[in-house]
């Protein structure tokens, strides 16, 4: 079993900076694949990156290229989401999810290839 935990959410200005953390435990880190996804108010949950078990390959939903970087420390079990020019449509509650099935430069790209999710933080951009 794995454990998936969100932190770093809150309230920011368009325009502004947020990094998100999440920390995994209950199987070695480098084994996971790491995935964050966003669900808005009354729309699907949707991939917003990912990064693979090396940290080699990281992926991106074309909204947010540019604007949000995912990185690894596997020493300390934690990816992170850093966010940068933040927009109101940004507005979601973040998901990190671990995918235990990838290889080590694998990336899953869709919510099926999640095996564990967190209970996700809530990220709001004001306008």
């Known amino acids: 079993q794995v454990q998936v935990v969100e932190s770093g959410g809150g309230l920011v200005q368009a325009g502004g900076s947020l990094r998100l953390s999440c920390a995994a435990s209950?199987?070695?880190?480098?084994?996971?694949?790491m995935g964050w996804f966003r669900q808005a108010p009354g729309k699907q949950r949707e991939f917003v990156g990912g990064?693979?078990?090396?940290?080699?390959?990281?992926y991106y939903t074309d909204s947010v290229k540019g604007r949000f970087t995912i990185s690894r420390d596997n020493a300390k079990n934690t990816v992170y989401l850093q966010m940068i020019s933040l927009k109101p449509e940004d507005t979601a509650v973040y998901y990190c999810?671990?995918?235990?099935?990838?290889?080590?430069?694998?990336?899953?790209?869709?919510?099926?290839?999640?095996?564990?999710w967190g209970q996700g933080t809530q990220v709001t951009v004001s306008s």
């Open positions: 999810a671990a995918d235990t099935s990838q290889s080590m430069i694998g990336v899953g790209l869709s919510l099926r290839e999640y095996d564990y």
């Open positions: 209950g199987r070695t880190f480098s084994s996971l694949a």
């Open positions: 990064i693979s078990r090396s940290g080699t390959r990281t």
